[in-house]
């Protein structure tokens, strides 16, 4: 279960990872950190295909900036997210009321009512029963055929070490934890045993050759 108190209290500054225009100032490597997370948006989109008039699902759609993207490129975006502040900083940033506040292991979504699902900054939340319970809800909620766009990270020292940090010790964000690192094949076995076919598995870096995580696409088998 995701700690949404946190979450609530960092609305503006994981907005800032996105944006300077935020006005966060938050430390020394501000920029560095900004600078990998709009990498990792950017390839995670560009694994998507032609996204007008496509039904899609964002899981835990934090501030937004995978939302703007998609509405912008002619898709039908709607985001959930547990936190309530993170979905208003969301619909400042996507001009969209097509949200909605649940957890991301309970969908509120209609059987085959999806194109695409994407699911950036979830799995590593989770454990590894919760992972099975939302990639069978996924595909319960996904049309046959359609794609399912998932990420996971990699053992990090720095970032398992920060979210066990007590929260009277600054730090650029406050990340729940503990972080469930997982292998790019615990998650393509999962995958399949839920009914997806991995039609790619994208790794990408965090300090130049340090390996931060993978991005999955797999579609659902008919």
């Not at 990699?154 to 406050?174: E, G, K, V, Y």
Request: aromatic residues 10%.
């Amino acid at each position: 279960m995701i700690q949404k108190a946190l979450f609530d209290d960092e609305a503006r500054k994981w907005e800032s990872l996105y944006s300077a225009a935020s006005g966060e100032r938050w430390g020394l490597f501000q920029g560095s950190v900004r600078k990998r997370t709009q990498g990792r948006m950017e390839r995670c989109l560009s694994l998507l295909p032609e996204l007008k008039n496509t039904r899609v699902v964002e899981l835990a759609c934090g501030p937004g900036f995978y939302g703007r993207r998609i509405i912008a490129a002619g898709g039908k975006w709607t985001g959930l997210d547990i936190s309530e502040p993170m979905l208003r900083v969301c619909g400042e940033n996507t001009g969209s009321s097509r949200m909605v506040r649940a957890d991301v292991l309970a969908l509120p979504y209609r059987d085959s009512s999806c194109d695409v699902m994407l699911c950036v900054g979830v799995l590593s939340y989770l454990k590894q029963g919760e992972i099975q319970d939302l990639f069978t809800q996924a595909r319960r909620v996904l049309r046959p055929g359609g794609l399912f766009l998932c990420q996971t990270i990699r053992f990090d020292p720095f970032t398992w070490a920060r979210c066990r940090l007590p929260r009277s010790i600054p730090r650029p964000l406050r990340i729940p934890g503990p972080l469930y690192p997982r292998s790019p094949r615990a998650i393509s076995r999962l995958l399949g045993e839920c009914g997806f076919s991995v039609e790619r598995s994208v790794p990408y870096k965090k300090f130049f050759i340090c390996p931060a995580g993978t991005i999955h696409l797999a579609k659902r088998a008919r």
